[in-house]
């Protein structure tokens, strides 16, 4: 299984990013997608998920108004769509799969967390520049 993140790149502030998630051999529709980022410096946080039972979305308060976690099964591909970039958002997003049941957002951030998850991507670097 591979995820593959792609979309991130140089971006003024203000400006907007859609990142993508790919897998292969993984049908991405049964299974909970979330994204981290790493910034420079600072720790491993998490963003935003999307539950495979009924795609609710659940967002931490880095990404609340700002970004939207969404699914197109079509392409096999979970996308974050980010809105009004700030410096503070430059770092490395990864997208994450849980293969575990879902409960909520709180539970895949809290309980199961980065080490939680099955599988993870490489990255995509964001530079928002001001």
């Known amino acids: 299984v591979q995820l593959v993140e792609s979309g991130g790149g140089s971006v003024q502030a203000g400006g907007s990013l859609r990142l993508s998630c790919t897998a292969s051999l993984l049908t991405l529709k049964d299974y909970a997608i979330g994204w981290f980022r790493q910034a420079p410096g600072k720790e491993r946080e998490g963003l935003a998920c999307i539950s495979n039972r009924d795609d609710s979305t659940y967002y931490l308060d880095s990404a609340k108004g700002r970004f939207t976690i969404s699914r197109d099964n079509a392409e096999n591909t979970v996308y974050l769509q980010m809105n009004s970039l700030t410096p503070e958002d430059t770092g490395v997003y990864y997208c994450?799969?849980?293969?575990?049941?879902?409960?909520?957002?709180?539970?895949?951030?809290?309980?199961?967390?980065?080490?939680?998850?099955?599988?993870w991507g490489k990255g995509t670097a964001v530079t928002v520049t001001s």
């Open positions: 994450v799969v849980s293969g575990r049941t879902y409960y909520s957002g709180h539970y895949f951030f809290n309980t199961l967390g980065w080490s939680g998850m099955d599988y």
